[in-house]
């Protein structure tokens, strides 16, 4: 697989501490939201959704959290692991022209896990 | 273990040569999608296709870049003329959509593209 050595913002959390990945979204109308994580020369790989009619979602040692107001995403990730170290985006879907969705991903951000 | 594949892996060309990148999506998937990633954007996306038919392409330079899909199981990114500016890794993803529903888009392994 492949990968790009991206300049993001990093995060650096301790093994076993949670993790909280935060997102800013652009678009209001934007009704589906999807976290994706890509490890070192990989692709992005799924790891969970939400639809805006939800504030909350969660899934094994992960919880996604949507606010509207603010247009705002969170990723949280329970007792952090090596594993879990790698690039995590946020993405929304949107509405586009022909009535088609399109997902657009945010920038990404570095997770870093110190032993 | 149902996979998108992109081939090839690596491509190294020289500026004004022709590439042409090539996926092969999920059996049964409607859905592919052509994105690119480099340091400075991130992932962009190129181009789509429900149905093997093109619906947004307005992420893509039109003089030089162009995607098709020949048929269900080939989606091809073609670059001619290649500049510098295009070295980048491009990702194919595949995924279902079915009317009402969402799309979980599952990425190949990528395309890492050179153009000295």
């Known amino acids: 697989g492949e990968s790009v050595g991206l300049h993001l913002p990093t995060l650096s959390v301790q093994e076993g501490d949670n993790s909280i990945i935060n997102c800013a979204y652009s678009n209001s109308a934007s009704d589906y939201f999807i976290w994706y994580k890509q490890e070192s020369g990989k692709g992005p790989q799924f790891i969970i959704d939400i639809r805006s009619n939800m504030d909350k979602r969660q899934g094994q040692r992960v919880t996604v959290l949507l606010n509207k107001t603010v247009k705002h995403l969170s990723l949280q990730i329970a007792a952090t692991q090596p594993g879990d170290s790698a690039v995590y985006f946020c993405a929304e879907n949107i509405i586009g022209y022909s009535s088609a969705s399109k997902i657009i991903f945010g920038s990404g951000t570095r997770l870093s896990i110190r032993p | 273990d149902a996979r998108v594949t992109q081939t090839p892996r690596h491509k190294v060309t020289e500026m004004g040569q022709e590439v042409t990148m090539r996926c092969q999506p999920i059996?049964?998937?409607?859905?592919v999608f052509w994105y690119r990633q480099t340091m400075m954007q991130g992932l962009e996306l190129l181009a789509y296709?429900?149905?093997?038919?093109?619906?947004?392409d307005s992420g893509m330079p039109k003089d030089r870049f162009s995607a098709e899909m020949p048929d269900a199981t080939l989606a091809t990114l073609k670059i001619q003329p290649s500049e510098p500016r295009d070295s980048a890794v491009y990702f194919c993803a595949s995924g279902l959509e079915i009317q009402g529903s969402y799309n979980e888009q599952f990425f190949g392994p990528g395309t890492r593209l050179t153009v000295l």
């Open positions: 296709f429900r149905n093997r038919a093109p619906l947004d």
């Open positions: 059996l049964g998937h409607n859905t």
